[in-house]
């Protein structure tokens, strides 16, 4: 089991950036892939990125370019460097590690962006 943690959430301009943090009760290296999600109001939960434990990453089209995902060395936290912000990535963002062991969510943490 882990627990996730996020932050670094809260208001931006557009055109603006933002990092946000998920850090990890435990090292995340046994995971099979940590991904950040994100639901914005009356919609549903949308995949934005994910790194696997092979450092392969992938992007939803919708922020390929714009936004990167990081990982520290320690393998305890991992990050969404966000930037060039619309109004549109107005959301909750969640961290997700998956893995033989189950899926665990974080809580959220909320960003939007004024235009």
């Known amino acids: ?11 931006a301009r557009t055109g603006g950036s933002l990092r946000l943090s998920c850090v990890a009760s435990r090292s995340i290296s046994s995971f099979s892939a940590i991904g950040w999600y994100r639901q ?20 939803a089209d919708s922020v390929k370019g714009r936004f990167t995902i990081l990982r520290d060395s320690a393998m305890t936290t991992v990050y969404l460097q966000m930037n060039n912000l619309k109004p549109e990535d107005t ?11 189950g899926s665990y969510w974080g809580q959220g943490t909320q960003v939007t962006v004024s235009s």
């Open 91 to 101: 959301a909750v963002y969640f961290c997700n590690a998956y893995g033989t062991m």
């Open 1 to 11: 089991q882990v627990q996730l943690v996020e932050s670094g959430g809260g208001l």
């Open 40 to 59: 914005a109001p009356g919609k549903q939960r949308e995949y934005v990125t994910s790194i696997t434990r092979a450092d392969s990453t992938n992007y």
